[in-house]
RNA sequence: GCUGAAGUGGUGGAAUUGGUAGACACGUUGGACUUAAAAUCCAAUGUCCAUUAGGACGUACGGGUUCAAGUCCCGUCUUCAGUACCA
């Protein structure tokens, strides 16, 4: 019989699909583990050939846990809310429910022909308002919570109503917005029910506040702050500029300190920890204030060297300071407010562009030292940026090279306070190589008393203290769209209102058109249902709004990483309608065990879904207040582009090697108009496009010879290659096996599919060990010495391989077991049914079906992982000498049970000794004479 | 600039973490089978010297530690990724 993969690849998808063999149950006597995907975005290319990397690595680790007795969670899911589906429906008038559907059929199909082994009965999808009923409750929840700092956690919102009608606010420690006013418990409860609302709405850990956002025109909606790329729009790459809107926002900032601490409990990659870190971006110092002369203002700064106080010669306010406009005096007023204009102008982009030009303005005010009383100038400069800190810095120019170059620029006095340190040339940065001089009380004291010092001082003189500074921002939560959740909000006189949660789900309303109203406001100002009947709790007609029982609904809707933040806890209990999920289900689950997915989000929805994680976890909704133990990178497969040279103005095209000095322009070509020799199939290029009908080509030896590059696989550059085209020539084992060969899971390497034959010759080789031209020919034979060595150093490796996640060795272990096995003539069930269970994780079709002829009627993902006996990769006693330096050297390869001293003994006794093999595990033994340097193993 | 990762044949990559560098695969070359091609199988394949036996060199570069270094230490260079006027 011959291999058939495409009959069997079929056959097994189906059996599994029929028999829901990979469902998981919520409980069991086997220990539980949760494997999972980063769930895909259903985008109308399809699936190329590097997006299942991820998924084909986990599917091996979650079979591989099956066979080593664990119940598995393994899901799969859709992220299906995004902006491609709302642009086509704009382009179209396609409704995104419709083409995401239709997306989600072709993702399906070609997961399932790689044979993953998800448990289908679970999947998500973040468009589904079943899913998103939920993803509506937790914004309810953090809409009804506030963030206690002395308890460090998140609170009802009522446990604070209750402190401000008691005792008032003064006491209140709580992450909120920072204007909020002293008010007293009988000021509190003189107040509407409007002024109440409009100071809990400070306090909320969602909360609606006019906040400078990030708006792109281009796409008409904000964009957070790791949507953001090199100043431009992740996607699309358009233009962003800065906003003032009234937007929704996540206390993200309350949970800073908590997410840091956390990675440190995890086990997640160094480089993901570190990225979140610097998204975190903690700094300890201290907050100064500084007395404006003849001003009531006072400007505070966040400054992390408080030890250099006496060396600040002025002040620098960021252009968008709000203090400036009160404090610039009018004879430089018009100066100052020229520049404000002109860095108003300038997009994130400019601005990050050219960092290396100096510019400012001077406010004609002058601040007090809090110690000297000396007057400090007030300039205003674009190096400091309004959205970091307070927008305001002490300038120490002698140790800021920033204040530096700008005090040079301006002419302003750079005051040395550094003992022995020449600052003619530049700023000294360094703090730990120094003592403070020309400083008053921290005369010759070194950074760390120094800064200690300081910091009293100020403290004692009430004009600072000791501060710890966060750059993370609060989450800007609000998206000028339509596809995307809608918020369970309503608004009465402009205050916002959480529909209860038993009415949920609030469903996305019909709009005509998905794009922006005239007026500007987001496309669902467009629904004409879209209010909400506070009498009958349901969405009814716009016309009906009176303010009195029917109030507008929220016209914005949820950003992309709302659906993504929690989906990993309800894939526990999908189908449950009535809690986000059971209390059995999360104690049972508790939390993912191994997650994988790309680096790209480690900024994003990595960081918001802990975010969220540590809110529920506050609330008592799950056990861990981290949502994935473990978290795993994959890298890219990246494409081989293949490129065409046309020579400038001309319709001629020269082969790769035979450019000399004329000007040339590389043309992207399609990937499949290529050998795997670099030559060009001309006829198929002349009929891709109608301008290149008549091209005519300049070839070397009789071939046209294609340019290469390795790229990122996109549409754009022709270089994708579509697994279906892969599974239909080389079966879906193949593929797992191929892409898992390539290299390392977390490295980016190029896909070549010329590289497959080598894996696909592989399982020809292994089905011929079991099958010939009469069928099976496995026997009852007794397994020889070689063949249960061959079999025990393969399951020893390929364990090894699989917790180490090295993927990549273990299909080369596994030919070089054929290839040994077939030399042997092995036919011993023995040998061949353990190693097909080794085999099944990584190509489980051709596993099945080897498995079921073999005579088993149950899956083998049902099989236990074959025990590893060590006795059997014990080597007769070897005794190699080897001549080095003109010195003898022993290397015995030994196992036993004798302990070192042992060995020590007998290998002094005579260098040549051969000590007698008892136990189990090899040991290698380096031997110089008369001295044992090492036991290895 | 800072942070992180990495640099091994023509190519993708192995190397039990300090113990025979280049496993395995692709590619290339030669051979077998075939009318022929495909498929399959066999052999060779780091570089240099040598008819052979064999020898020398070799893991980006320069030093060091060690009986022993791709692996550890110091310095230099290069590449990739993230981040960037962060006070």
Redesign the pocket.
Known sequence: MKYHFNEIEEKWQKYWAENQTFKAKNQSDKPKYYVLDMFPYPSGAGLHVGHPLGYIASDIYARYKRHKGFNVLHPQGYDSFGLPAEQYAIQTGQHPAVTTEENIKTYRRQLDQIGFSFDWSREVRTSDPNYYKWTQWIFIQLFNSWYNRVSDKAESIDTLIAIFASEGNAKVNAECDDDVEVFTAENWNSYSSEGQQEILLKYRLTYLAETEVNWCPALGTVLA??E???GVSERGGHPVIRKKMTQWSMRISAYAERLLQGLNTIDW???LK??Q???I?K?V?ASVTFNVKGHDAKID??????DTIFGVSFM?L?PEHELVSQIATDEQIDEVNAYREATAKRSERD??A??????GAFTGAYAEHPFTKAPLPIWI????????????????PCG????Y?FANHFNIAIPNIFEGIDISEEAFGDKDNTVITNSDFLNGLKYKKAVKTAIYELEKLGQGEGKT?Y?LRDAVFSRQRYWGEPFPVYYIKGMPQMIDAKHLPITLPEVEKYLPTETGEPPLGNAMVWAWDTTTHTVVDNSKINDTSVFPLELNTMPGWAGSSQYFNRYMDPENDDEIFSRDAINYWQQVDLYIGG??H??GHLLYSRFWQKFMFDLGLVPHDEFAKKLINQ?MILGTSAFVYRVEDQNKFLSKGIIGNENVLPIHVDVSFVN??DELDIDAFKNWRPEFKNAEFTLENGVYKVGRDVEKMSKSKYNVVNPDKIVEDYGADSLRL?EM????L?????W?T?????????L??LW?LYNDDNGLKITEAVATKDNLKTLHKTIKKVA??IE?F?F??S??????AC?EL??QKCTSKEILEPLLILISPYAPHIAEELWSQLGHSESISTADFPIFDASHLVESTKN?P?S??G?M?F?LELSLDLSKDDIEAAVMADEKTIVQLQGRE?K?V?V?PG?I??I??
């Open positions: 702050n790791d953001i790329v090199n990659t160094d480089s570190e990225s870190r610097n998204w971006g700094s110092g700064v966040f400054t992390t060297r408080p620098t960021a601005r990050m050219d960092v290396k030009t100096i510019s400069g674009d190096y400091v940026l309004a959205g970091y800190g307070t927008g305001a810095v002490m300038s120490v800021d090279q920033r204040d170059d500074n750059r680096s790209e480690a900024t890298g795997s020799s191929y060969f390539l290299g390392p977390e490295q980016y390497k190029p070549n010329a590289g497959i034959t080598g894996v696909h010759s592989f020809k080789k011929k090894e391989d180490n090295s990549n060795t299909v080369s272990t596994f030919m070089i290839n077939t030399a190699y080897i080095f330096n010195k050297r290397t090899p290698k380096i110089v001295k340097v090492n290895v193993g």
